[in-house]
């Protein structure tokens, strides 16, 4: 049987390249995004688009909730409104912290049984290393400190069921490192992974 692995933001820049370098190993993909008309460009043999919201009513999609396996979830997805402090609405950090971290706590939950069948992958994409005290970032940067210590806690209650969490900090071959986590043998799994610009 081939593996499996959904991905979250797959209309995005890392996302879709993700989508693409899987599918390129043999993965078959569900490819999850908020723009239909976006998504129905990655169909094709292996890809199957899902338009969703995360961090909106539904904790996952029907499609996902009747996996009996699944061997990767890569979350991709993610907001950056470039608001300062003093500007950002309770409207604006609702948004953020629904797509950049409630949404994907939930949509992990949903399918930790089909990981935990397959002894599966939980990728998470972070902000990119060294980003700290960047002015008029405060919503992006929060929720994604925040996704890091999902990642860890997540990493210890799920490593007596052999599910292996990662978090990567995304620079110019982040999508290398997803699919290299992903698609390459357990020993090479890391817990954390920063990707740095050469140079």
């Known amino acids: 049987m081939g593996r499996t692995a959904v991905v979250t933001g ?23 995004g908020r723009d239909a008309e976006r998504l129905e460009r990655l169909a094709g043999a292996g890809v199957t688009p899902i338009a969703f919201e995360l961090g909106g009513a539904d904790d996952a999609p029907a499609a996902l909730r009747a996996l009996d396996r699944l061997d ?5 997805a993610g ?16 948004g953020v912290l629904a797509a950049n971290l409630v949404g994907p ?3 992990t939950a949903a399918l930790l ?28 940067l929060a929720s994604k400190a925040a996704l890091r210590e999902v990642a860890g806690s997540l990493r210890a209650e799920e ?30 799994w890391r817990d954390e992974v920063e990707v740095t610009r050469p140079g």
């Open 72 to 76: 990767a979830l890569v979350h991709c």
């Open 105 to 107: 706590a939930r949509l």
């Open 10 to 32: 797959a209309t995005g820049g890392i996302g879709s390249a993700v989508v693409t370098a899987l599918r390129s190993r043999g993965v078959r993909v569900f490819a999850l």
């Open 113 to 140: 049984p089909a990981l935990r069948t397959s002894r599966g992958a939980v990728v998470f994409i972070g902000m990119a290393p060294g980003m700290r005290d960047v002015p008029r970032w405060s919503a992006y």
């Open 79 to 94: 907001i950056a409104p470039v608001l300062p402090i003093a500007g950002t609405t309770a409207e604006d950090w609702a």
């Open 159 to 188: 490593r007596a069921h052999g599910v292996r969490v990662s978090l990567i900090s995304p620079g110019g071959t982040a999508t290398t490192a997803v699919a290299d986590l992903v698609t390459g043998p357990s020993g090479n």
